[in-house]
C-alpha cells in the first residue's frame, strides 16, 4: 500500500505572490486574510494556495458572505473539499 506524499509548504516566492493575489477592497475581508497568512504562512501548501486563489476570485461582497458564513455557496465557486478547508481556516478565530 502506497502512503501519500507530504504536501510541502510553498517557496517564499510563491508565498509573496499569493499575499499579493489576496489583497481585498473590504476591510473585513482584509483582515481574515491577514489572520489566516500570520497563522498559516509558514505550513501553506501548494492544494491550499490553489483553492485560497480560487477564493480571491470571488467578488469581495461574495467572500465576505462566505467567511461571515451568511452564505455556504456563491455562484462562481464550486465549493470543493480544498477550498472548504481553506474556508475553514480562513473563517478559524482561535
Known sequence: MQTAAPELPIDARALSKLRWRCRRGLL???LFIERFFSRHASTLN?????ALSRLMDLSD???LDLLLARQSQVEGLEMDADCAEVLALLRNTH
Not at 46 to 50: G, L, M, P, V, Y
Open 28 to 30: 473585513e475581508n482584509d
Open 61 to 63: 461582497n461574495d467572500l
Open 46 to 50: 501548494q492544494r491550499q494556495a490553489d
